[in-house]
T-cell receptor
Framework: DTEVTQTPKHLVMGMTNKKSLKCEQHMGHRAMYWYKQKAKKPPELMFV???????INESVPSRFSPECPNSSLLNLHLHALQPEDSALYLC??????????????FGPGTRLTVL | QQQVKQSPQSLIVQKGGISIINCAYENTAFDYFPWYQQFPGKGPALLIA?????SEKKEGRFTISFNKSAKQFSLHIMDSQPGDSATYFCASGGTSYGKLTFGQGTILTVHP
C-alpha cells in the first residue's frame, strides 16, 4: 500500500466553525507533513511530524492546530479561519524526516473553502 | 530564505517534441533534487530525482540533467505526449534538512 489518503475531499466552512482534516498512511512512514497549496502555486510547508513529534512549524497561525495521534494518522484542526485560508491542503509522508532520496508521497488533498 | 528558481512558467509543446524545464538553486548544501508532476485536482507525485554525484539520470522518457558548478538542473521529457500535460515542480532538499524547497512550477501543455 503506497497511498496517502485524506478526508474529506472538499470542505466548506464559515469563519466561526471548527473542523478537522484527516490524513492516513500505512506505509510505515515516520515523517508526516502538512502543506498548503494555492492555485497555480507550489506547495507551502506548514508542519512536519517526525516519530509523532512536531519537528517543524513554519510559523503557521495558531488557527491551524496539527495533531499526530499515532504513526499512521495526522490531523489538522481548523478554527476561526479567514477566507484567505481557502486552498488545497495536502498531506505527505516519507520514510523518515532526513534520509537519502527522501521521497515524499502526497495525498490527493482537501479542497477547503472558507466563507 | 533559500530559493529555487524555475523556468519557464508555462510551456506548449507538440506531441512527439521535447519538453525542457530548468531550475536553479542557491543553497550548496542541497543534495537531493526531485521533480514532481501534478495533475489538476491531485496531489504532486514524484517523477524522478537525482543526487549531485551524477550529472544525468534517465527513467524512460524522463531525464534529469544536473550541473553542480552552475547550481542548475533540468528536466527533459522526450517524445512528449498529451498525457504529460500537467504542472511540474522542481524541488531541492538536503538529507540533513528533510524539508523540500519547491520551484514555482511549470504548466506543460502538449498538443496532439
Amino acid at each position: 500500500d503506497t497511498e496517502v489518503t485524506q478526508t474529506p475531499k472538499h470542505l466548506v466552512m464559515g469563519m466561526t466553525n471548527k473542523k478537522s482534516l484527516k490524513c492516513e498512511q500505512h506505509m510505515g512512514h515516520r515523517a508526516m507533513y502538512w502543506y498548503k497549496q494555492k492555485a497555480k502555486k507550489p506547495p507551502e510547508l506548514m508542519f512536519v511530524y517526525s516519530y509523532e513529534k512536531l519537528s517543524i512549524n513554519e510559523s503557521v497561525p495558531s488557527r491551524f492546530s496539527p495533531e499526530c495521534p499515532n504513526s499512521s494518522l495526522l490531523n489538522l484542526h481548523l478554527h476561526a479561519l479567514q477566507p484567505e485560508d481557502s486552498a488545497l491542503y495536502l498531506c505527505a509522508s516519507s520514510l523518515i524526516l532526513a534520509a537519502d532520496y527522501n521521497e515524499q508521497f502526497f495525498g490527493p488533498g482537501t479542497r477547503l473553502t472558507v466563507l | 530564505q533559500q530559493q529555487v528558481k524555475q523556468s519557464p512558467q508555462s510551456l506548449i509543446v507538440q506531441k512527439g517534441g521535447i519538453s525542457i524545464i530548468n531550475c536553479a538553486y542557491e543553497n550548496t548544501a542541497f543534495d537531493y533534487f526531485p521533480w514532481y508532476q501534478q495533475f489538476p485536482g491531485k496531489g504532486p507525485a514524484l517523477l524522478i530525482a537525482i543526487r549531485p554525484d551524477v550529472s544525468e539520470k534517465k527513467e524512460g522518457r524522463f531525464t534529469i540533467s544536473f550541473n553542480k558548478s552552475a547550481k542548475q538542473f533540468s528536466l527533459h521529457i522526450m517524445d512528449s505526449q498529451p498525457g504529460d500535460s500537467a504542472t511540474y515542480f522542481c524541488a531541492s532538499g538536503g538529507t540533513s534538512y528533510g524539508k523540500l524547497t519547491f520551484g514555482q512550477g511549470t504548466i506543460l501543455t502538449v498538443h496532439p
